[in-house]
């Protein structure tokens, strides 16, 4: 089992930074790829990024590429979703997940664990 909890959400103005933050407990953090998810109300949740167990690859959306990163401390047990130049469209709540298996997956269904969720708000 893995226990996930995100933090660092909050009311952001367009353009601006936030940076959050998810910290894991149980099983070796260091085995696992962990991806970061959205969903913003009435829409499905969506992939943003993922970054693989040692931290060496990662991936995103296209929606969030250039403006976003991804990073991870596995001495810490944490990973992190570095958001700048946010928009309103980012607004959603956020949620970390992971999974043994080496490929930053896309798709919700191959996360095994799931945070509870951060809500980012995005106002112009």
């Known amino acids: 089992q893995v226990q996930l909890v995100e933090s660092g959400g909050g009311l952001v103005q367009a353009g601006g930074s936030l940076r959050l933050s998810c910290a894991a407990s149980g099983r070796p953090f260091s085995s696992y790829t962990m991806g970061w998810f959205r969903q913003a109300p009435g829409k499905e949740r969506e992939f943003v990024g993922g970054?693989?167990?040692?931290?060496?690859?990662?991936r995103y959306a296209d929606s969030v590429k250039g403006r976003f990163t991804i990073s991870r401390d596995n001495a810490k047990n944490t990973v992190y979703l570095q958001m700048n130049s946010l928009k309103p469209e980012d607004t959603a709540v956020y949620y970390c997940?992971?999974?043994?298996?080496?490929?930053?997956?896309?798709?919700?269904?191959?996360?095994?664990?799931w945070g509870q969720g951060t809500q980012v708000t995005v106002f112009s």
């Open positions: 970054v693989s167990a040692n931290g060496g690859s990662t």
């Open positions: 997940a992971a999974k043994p298996t080496l490929y930053i997956a896309a798709t919700a269904e191959t996360y095994d664990y």
